[in-house]
T-cell receptor
Framework: AQKVTQAQTEISVVEKEDVTLDCVYE???????LFWYKQPPSGELVFLIR??????QNEISGRYSWNFQKSTSSFNFTITASQVVDSAVYFC????????????FGKGTTLSVSS | DTGVSQDPRHKITKRGQNVTFRCDPI?????LYWYRQTLGQGPEFLTY????????KSRLLSDRFSAERPKGSFSTLEIQRTEQGDSAMYLC?????????????FGSGTQLSVL
């Protein structure tokens, strides 16, 4: 069965701190896709990144970076120099196809960044 | 703007009543998805259309739930004989056709409260 675990329910940091959101997944598929989504207070889920199971290269996009390690089944997300606008719920998700149909989401991590 | 419009934003109904939600893509998409999100949880996949064909249904989609996409554009999700456990945010998501970097764009959702 496929499963995504985000053990951190809530994280609070002060602006400019770095923060890492953990994601551990379970799947028996050899080909799968991992995603991160952001859900700000407005409610819309915003796509952040997709990574396939054959690409373990870490990725950096501005203040965001992702660390994918198949050996530990983890896909962690780090925000460097956090800002108040980063406050949101962040979801890690798993799918067997690149389009992300039938996404399996974790329960989310609520990040609060204070000034 | 994600190109996904959902109506209504909020719906309050009494237990046992039928409700219908609508999802309107602003531009052309060939894949449309419905997800459900309860408080403190990640979204759960319900069903998926490619054009007008409903290709995948979650076991979460009981007999009281029916989704349609009659002309391959807008979609409706109907819940018959609503129960209090149906209270949730119902999210519609779309993906662009022929994209090598396909990803889901979510709408703001319809918040259903069953009294």
């Amino acid at each position: 069965a496929q499963k995504v675990t985000q053990a951190q329910t809530e994280i609070s940091v002060v602006e400019k701190e770095d923060v890492t959101l953990d994601c551990v997944y379970e799947t028996r598929d050899t080909t799968y896709y991992l995603f991160w989504y952001k859900q700000p207070p407005s409610g819309e889920l915003v796509f952040l990144i997709r990574r396939n199971s054959f690409d373990e290269q870490n990725e950096i996009s501005g203040r965001y970076s992702w660390n994918f390690q198949k050996s530990t089944s983890s896909f962690n997300f780090t925000i460097t120099a956090s800002q108040v606008v980063d406050s949101a719920v962040y979801f890690c998700a798993l799918s067997y196809n690149q389009a992300g149909t039938a996404l399996i989401f974790g329960k989310g991590t609520t990040l609060s960044v204070s000034s | 703007d994600t190109g996904v419009s959902q109506d209504p934003r909020h719906k309050i109904t009494k237990r046992g009543q039928n409700v219908t939600f609508r999802c309107d893509p602003i531009s052309e998409h060939n894949r449309l998805y419905w997800y459900r999100q309860t408080l403190g949880q990640g979204p759960e996949f319900l069903t998926y259309f490619q054009n007008e064909a409903q290709l995948e249904k979650s076991r979460l989609l009981s007999d009281r739930f029916s989704a349609e996409r009659p002309k391959g554009s807008f979609s409706t999700l109907e819940i018959q004989r609503t129960e209090q456990g149906d209270s949730a945010m119902y999210l519609c998501a779309l993906s662009f056709p022929s994209s090598t970097n396909e990803k889901l764009f979510f709408g703001s959702g319809t918040q259903l409260s069953v009294l």
